[in-house]
């Protein structure tokens, strides 16, 4: 895994890249936690999808001239952050985290908040090493295609941001 690594604007080019990402690490981290009928419902196909909205808030780090992770922010949230696996342990998801908490606090969000599924504990781990507080558990809806309720334990985690000024 190369050392520099370059945190960027999503742009259109690097949407196949960033699907296939989602679904790996998506698929990594929650396949043996989620329900079995979610699990199978996230196909590429289901993350082509459901990058479209976020297209707007996306920011990816690259290195080696290959998407390695992606962040996607809305209003107060970072609503999704994966890294591939080959380079989870370089650094590259704190790098993208921070990178993320500075584009909120440049748009004037103070508490910021991100969600992680209970049992996925590498992630839990990770945002509590950068500096996030664990706000609780509670039954947060999930994306399903069809557009059906369900929700599952998710962790709330909070941070209160430096202003920019």
Sequence with gaps: MPNATLIRPFRSEDRAAVVQLWHDAWHD??????PPRVVAERS???FEERLGPLEPGCIVAEAGGRIVG???????EVDQLYVASEARGSGVAAELLAAAEAELAGRGVRDAAIQCTAGNERARR??????????GVRDAPIWTPDGRHETHPTHIFVKQLSSLD
């Design 29 to 34: 981290g929650h396949g043996a936690i989620l």
């Design 44 to 46: 590429v196909a289901s």
């Design 70 to 76: 992606f962040a996607a922010i809305e209003g107060d």
């Design 126 to 135: 990770f945002y509590v090493r950068a500096g996030w507080r664990d706000g």
